[in-house]
């Protein structure tokens, strides 16, 4: 192997384990979406977030969702070795094919899970 090819893998090594160290600035929780009769339900995944730290806005037929997860386990004396769980801000939107500004929208939070029903007034 020539000096040129060790720096050219030397260099993609370093790129692909700093890939794997950094985590996004913002994450997108998953969701499903459920479509029914009088409107939707969305399920959104937020372990480790606190319904204090959500936010939720309305705009004609677009729904956001945001808030922040943070790491509140810390113990003294330990090192980070490994970091998996993304702790920062997120945001998920929704767009849907009617304004839902004067629906009915109720929340329920419960083992980390996010639930939004939208309800369209009939």
Same mark, same amino acid.
């Given at each position: *192997?020539?000096?040129?090819?060790?720096? *050219?893998?030397?260099?993609? %090594?370093?790129?692909? +384990?700093?890939?794997? %160290?950094?985590? &996004? @600035?913002?994450?997108?929780? +998953?969701?499903?979406?459920? =479509?029914?009769?009088?409107?939707w339900?969305?399920? @959104?995944?937020?372990?480790? /977030?606190?319904?204090?730290?959500?936010?939720?806005? /309305?705009?004609?037929?677009? @729904?956001s969702? +945001?808030?922040?997860?943070?790491?509140?386990?810390?113990?003294?004396?330990l090192r980070?070795?490994?970091? =998996?769980?993304?702790?920062?801000?997120? =945001?998920?939107?929704?767009?849907? &094919?009617?304004?839902?500004?004067? +629906?009915?929208?109720?929340?329920d939070?419960?083992?980390?899970?996010?639930?939004?029903?939208?309800? @369209? =007034?009939?």
């Open positions: *192997m020539t000096y040129k090819t060790d720096l *050219m893998i030397l260099t993609r %090594r370093l790129h692909v +384990a700093a890939e794997k %160290r950094v985590q &996004p @600035l913002r994450w997108q929780p +998953a969701a499903d979406v459920y =479509e029914g009769r009088d409107g339900l969305i399920k @959104l995944e937020l372990a480790g /977030v606190r319904f204090e730290d959500l936010q939720l806005r /309305v705009t004609g037929n677009f @729904l969702v +945001a808030g922040r997860r943070v790491d509140f386990e810390r113990e003294r004396g980070l070795k490994s970091m =998996e769980i993304t702790y920062s801000e997120f =945001e998920r939107g929704f767009e849907f &094919p009617v304004s839902i500004e004067q +629906a009915r929208i109720l929340t939070f419960r083992n980390g899970m996010l639930l939004i029903r939208i309800l @369209l =007034e009939a």
